[in-house]
């Protein structure tokens, strides 16, 4: 099973939106609805931040928001803040198993 | 609701080692749990899962006969073990419990492993 397929890196200013792609196949991203995303801090533990496309786990400000269109999903993140900076990688199941993509570098300028 | 794993490895290549990560606060047997493996500097990998509540176990093929991934529901420990260790298994691991959705809702909080001579 082949990685899902994310940019290396994505960067913003503050208050201003950024948009991550998460790029599969038919048989995970496009075939499912189960694209999650996960954030990550420097030595730190992920944290859930999208589950199910676009539902967002209590607790997660609704400044991240997701989507998804064919074999693509997206991870927005609006008014961006200076904690948003870390790696964020999503992933999709496939029958019998799951996903993750190589993960993006947010850098807030 | 938390899982806690054990703490920091050093081992020799050859070697064998069983890593755990114990859940608290929620139904064990009602989620199943998913180790993630992360190299140094590099990205997270699905490594397998296992049901608690019966032990079955799914494991990506990448990792398929390297690991083994097994649970004891009445001390709601899952373990990840490697009868022979490589360097190449230096790395992270994170356990986390899955959703009903495939979602990692709960992480450990990662053991390290070190592979070397």
């Known amino acids: 099973q082949s990685a899902l397929n994310q940019p290396p890196s994505a960067s913003g200013s503050p208050g201003q939106s950024v948009t991550i792609s998460c790029t599969g196949t038919?048989?995970?991203?496009?075939?499912?609805?189960?694209v999650s995303w996960y954030q990550q801090h420097p030595d730190k533990a992920p944290k859930l931040m999208i589950y199910e496309v676009s539902k967002r786990p209590s607790g997660v400000p609704d400044r991240f928001s997701g989507s998804k269109s064919g074999n693509t999903a997206s991870l927005t993140v609006s008014g961006l803040q200076a904690e948003d900076e870390a790696d964020y990688y999503c992933s999709s199941y496939a029958v019998s198993n799951t996903v993750f993509g190589g993960g993006t570098k947010l850098t807030v300028l | 609701v938390q899982l806690v794993q054990s703490g920091t490895e050093l081992k020799k290549p050859g070697e064998s080692l069983r890593i755990s990560c114990k859940g608290s606060?929620?139904?064990?047997?009602?989620?199943?749990i998913t180790w993630v493996r992360q190299m140094p500097g590099k990205g997270l990998e699905w490594m397998g899962t296992i049901d608690p509540s019966d032990s079955y176990t799914n494991y990506s093929p990448s990792f398929q006969g390297h690991v083994i991934i097994s649970v004891d529901k009445s001390v709601t420990t899952a373990s990840l073990q490697w009868s022979t260790l490589r360097a190449s298994d230096t790395a992270m691991y994170y356990c986390?419990?899955?959703?009903?959705?495939?979602?990692?809702?709960?992480w450990g909080q990662g053991t390290m492993v070190t592979v070397s001579s």
């Open positions: 606060g929620y139904s064990f047997t009602s989620y199943w």
């Open positions: 038919s048989s995970d991203v496009g075939g499912y609805n189960y």
């Open positions: 986390a419990r899955r959703g009903a959705t495939d979602a990692l809702d709960i």
